[in-house]
């Protein structure tokens, strides 16, 4: 099973970017990642997913290197409705879903 | 179109009882997962129902168990509760529970042990 580390917190402000890296160094050849984010006593909601290179959607960009050894979520123009918990899972490819949760990184976005 | 509902919201039980919680899944969707989450140990997976069958289970006593129906609606019951049972309990729904599926999370079931 691929663990995950990936930093306990984080502090911005608004409008900068903010890049959360997590390292997976046993990721297998078929795994994909995935990030969600947390707010207080609400349950995780999806941001981005991907396999390799780079994943972009509305909210947030995801890089991929090529060993696949590690993962950068990218935030661009944060604002204090970003502050919560974030998640980077390795998402193991099989039947059925088991999402294994890491620690998180804690982002507090400041005016 | 609905998200995922858990009822109840809160629970209060004391310890020896057994507590059912609910989860109604977004329409469509077969797969539903369960996690409990506490300040210790963090979010943790505890079992996954695809088709009325446990497709996928956590490591987790055998007091933690579950079942779903026909219309992939699902419960999951703890017996012989324990202070250490106290948790946020997140129900998480998705098509058909595969890799790319998205896991859509409810709101949550907070039970408090006493």
């Known amino acids: 099973l691929a663990k995950t580390t990936q930093p306990i917190s984080m502090d911005s402000y608004e409008g900068q970017e903010v890049n959360i890296t997590c390292s997976h160094n046993?990721?297998?050849?078929?795994?994909?990642i995935t990030w969600y984010q947390q707010f207080p006593s609400q349950g995780p909601r999806f941001i981005i997913q991907?396999?390799?290179t780079k994943v972009t959607n509305e909210v947030a960009s995801l890089f991929i290197p090529a060993d696949r050894k590690s993962s950068t979520l990218s935030l661009p123009r944060v604002s204090l409705s970003d502050t919560a918990v974030y998640y980077c899972?390795?998402?193991?490819?099989?039947?059925?879903?088991?999402?294994?949760f890491g620690k998180g990184t804690t982002l507090s976005v400041s005016s | 179109k609905a998200g995922v509902t858990q009822t109840p919201r809160y629970l209060i039980k004391t310890r020896g009882q057994q507590v059912t919680l609910s989860c109604s899944p977004i329409s469509g969707h077969r797969s539903v997962s369960w996690y409990q989450q506490t300040p210790g140990q963090g979010l943790q997976f505890l079992f996954e129902?695809?088709?009325?069958?446990?497709?996928n289970k956590g490591n987790f006593p055998g007091r933690f168990s579950g079942r779903q129906f026909s219309n992939s609606r699902s419960e999951m019951n703890v017996s012989t509760l324990e202070l250490g049972d106290s948790a946020l309990y997140l129900c998480?729904?998705?098509?058909?529970?595969?890799?790319?599926?998205?896991?859509?999370f409810g709101p949550g079931t907070r039970l408090t042990v006493l």
């Open positions: 899972l390795v998402v193991l490819n099989q039947a059925g879903t088991a999402l294994i």
């Open positions: 129902y695809f088709s009325e069958t446990q497709r």
């Open positions: 046993n990721i297998a050849t078929n795994d994909y």
């Open positions: 991907g396999y390799k």
């Open positions: 998480a729904s998705s098509l058909e529970g595969t890799t790319t599926d998205t896991q859509y």
